[in-house]
């Protein structure tokens, strides 16, 4: 049934000479329900709500009802009913064709305009503007409302199992939607867009709807809607996905490009990253798996020339024909007194291990290259002990590969070793410096500094450090006994959170760094053998070194009036038991350091008398 407003019925109105205006209510038609044995009844309520005036109360005379098969008239009088009681009427001269009717209520002398015309057709059909897969058991549709008045509620229609006819699905009344502002909004949780393209329609009904048979509703939405459907295939021993989808139909030239996203299904909500976008004539995509995955997740959303967006369902896809572990995870990487490597790992046992192997390199945990393969029995725990290195020289990236029997590798996660390393400053100090702890699935609670006076084995801890940038240290040598060599290593202390496995604290050392600290002379400008103090020209010696020692003095004319290897002997201003005369003299000390470098100090001395 369709209603029209009354503005075109005032001027067949006032044509009708025996009608006179008033402010009596006009009834309202609610609907003009066709039935089944091809009569029409047309129902009516006593006033209508939505118009001011007066009641009849006991003047009431009669309805009159009018029809005509133009809506710009004439009309014809098709009845007249004296009581007021009487709500429906059921026109049995009905032929089937567009007929208009309108209904005026006569109380006493006094006539109500005519109502709002209503016509034999049935309500428009809303638009659907689009729908939207949002779990694999959930469509959401979004559609304008009916532009037909006596619009009451809609009905969804459906693909049935056959995939291609459309069956009633669910019946809503308007009050029952959810309004967005714009739009409706229906979600049929009865849908299976998982396993197939799911497609809608939606028809009208007014308050006459019985939901008896189909014939009581209006034409269905003029185009269908029907979502998107992504399937996914790929060979035993291909990392390429084959991804293909339906068509998403209901937008025609507006439909411009589908997205293909990759879904990271392990946070809540799902994480969606485009991975590529091909225009809309385009219903398949490659894509590969990265190296150190094996499974992915895919959703393909197609997009509309004016901002419109539909989700296919999503599907998940793995590796199908392998056979290795789902996981291995590195629990520690720490350098032993050897300065070797040690590796820790957890392994998943549960699936056959084809090859596994280790991967190493110097630069970063991209660059990595075989080091060697790691035979069983293989257990969920396990270690290996990496004597080929240089650990004083370079850090070490380090992951475990597996290989399939397809050739597919799957890698754990990654860490490297603290690389440490350090410098004498020449001010009593030593500075160090070292690479930051890595380690995946990892948190740095903090960094100890040990200390050894000499090359011995004898450390003590020195300083705490926390903060993953600080990764320099300046140890004060004033109140260490001035060795000639220190040594140092880094321990870090970190917890370890591994999926599904409980929290651990972990520690992992550095290299052993050892400093040797530069020898350094000391030398006065000038001594006076007579006095008390400064009696003798002797140098300060930091570091000293006994072999290969030598100090010589010459006098103006280059002969030696002194000389000595041994660093503790001085000149005591004398010449073969003779005092030398007052003057300056000329001197050259060598001594070898404990790195094997010769220093060499040259200069003249005053003797002071």
């Not at 380690?439 to 020195?462: A, C, H, K, M, P």
């Not at 072999?547 to 010589?552: I, K, P, R, T």
């Amino acid at each position: 049934m369709k209603i029209y407003q009354p503005l075109v019925l005032l001027l067949c109105f006032f044509l009708l000479p025996f009608l006179a205006k008033g402010q009596v209510i006009p009834p309202k038609i609610t609907c003009v329900n066709k039935l089944i044995d091809g009569s029409l009844e047309l129902a009516w309520i006593k006033e209508d709500p939505n118009i001011s005036g007066t009641t009849c109360g006991n003047t009431f005379s009669a309805y009159e009802i009018y029809k005509s098969n133009n809506p710009d008239g004439p009309f014809v009088s098709l009845i007249t009913i004296n009581d007021q009681e009487q709500l429906t009427y059921i026109d049995t001269e009905y032929d089937g064709s567009t007929t208009y009717y309108y209904i005026v209520k006569r109380c006493g002398n006094q006539v109500s305009n005519p109502s709002a015309m209503a016509s034999s057709e049935n309500p428009e059909p809303p638009i659907i503007e689009k729908i939207d897969v949002l779990t694999d058991e959930l469509v959401e549709i979004v559609f304008s409302p009916s532009i037909a008045t006596e619009a009451f509620g809609y009905l969804i229609y459906g693909l049935e199992p056959n995939r291609v006819s459309f069956s009633p699905r669910d019946t809503v009344l308007i009050d029952d939607l959810i309004w967005n502002g714009t739009f409706f909004v229906y979600y049929d949780s009865l849908a299976t867009p998982g396993l197939f393209p799911e497609a809608y329609n939606i028809a009208s009904f007014d308050e006459c709807f019985s939901n008896q048979t189909a014939i009581e509703v209006g034409n269905t939405s003029t185009v269908e809607h029907k979502s998107v459907h992504l399937t996914i295939t790929n060979s035993d021993c291909e990392s390429e996905f084959e991804l293909e989808w339906t068509a998403y139909q209901g937008w025609g030239s507006e439909l411009v490009e589908y997205e293909v996203n990759v879904v990271d299904t392990t946070v809540v909500p799902p994480v969606k990253e485009v991975v590529a976008t091909v225009p809309a004539s385009q219903n398949t995509y490659d894509y590969t798996l990265p190296q150190e995955k094996r499974s992915a997740c895919f959703t393909v959303i197609a997009r509309g020339a004016n901002g419109q967006r539909s989700n296919s369902n999503s599907v998940c896809a793995s590796l199908t024909a392998t056979n290795g572990p789902e996981y291995i995870y590195l629990k520690n990487i720490t350098v032993d007194g050897d300065n070797a490597v040690i590796l820790d790992w957890n392994i998943d046992i549960d699936n056959p291990i084809t090859l596994l192997s280790i991967i190493r390199g110097t630069k970063d945990s991209l660059q990595l290259g075989f080091l060697t393969d790691v035979l069983g029995p293989y257990t969920e725990n396990m270690q290996y002990l990496d004597m080929q290195t240089e650990t004083d020289k370079f850090p070490y990236f380090y992951r475990l590969q597996h290989t399939d029997e397809c050739n597919r590798q799957f890698r754990s996660t990654y860490g490297s070793t603290i690389y440490l390393r350090g410098r004498d400053q020449f001010n009593q100090t030593n500075g160090l410096e070292w690479s930051p702890f890595e380690l995946t699935y990892s948190t740095l609670i903090q960094y100890d500094i040990y200390r050894s006076v000499g090359e011995s084995n004898d450390f003590e801890f020195v300083q705490s450090i926390t903060g993953v940038n600080n990764t320099n240290f300046q140890d004060v040598l004033t109140d260490v006994e001035q060795a000639p060599s220190y040594c140092y290593y880094i321990e870090a202390t970190y917890e370890l959170n591994l999926p599904g496995e409980p929290t651990e604290t972990l520690t992992s050392r550095s290299n052993i760094f050892c400093i040797q600290q530069t020898a350094r002379v000391f030398l006065p400008n000038a001594f006076t053998p007579n006095e008390a103090a400064n009696n003798v020209f002797k140098p300060k010696l930091l570091f000293e070194n006994d072999e290969n020692y030598s100090m010589v003095v010459f006098n103006r004319w280059g002969k030696v009036v002194f000389k000595t290897s041994v660093p503790s002997e001085g000149w005591d201003g004398t010449v073969e038991g003779v005092m030398a005369p007052q003057g300056a003299y000329a001197y050259s000390i060598t001594m070898q350091t404990d790195s094997g470098y010769m220093l060499e100090r040259k200069g003249t001395v005053l003797l002071i008398r």
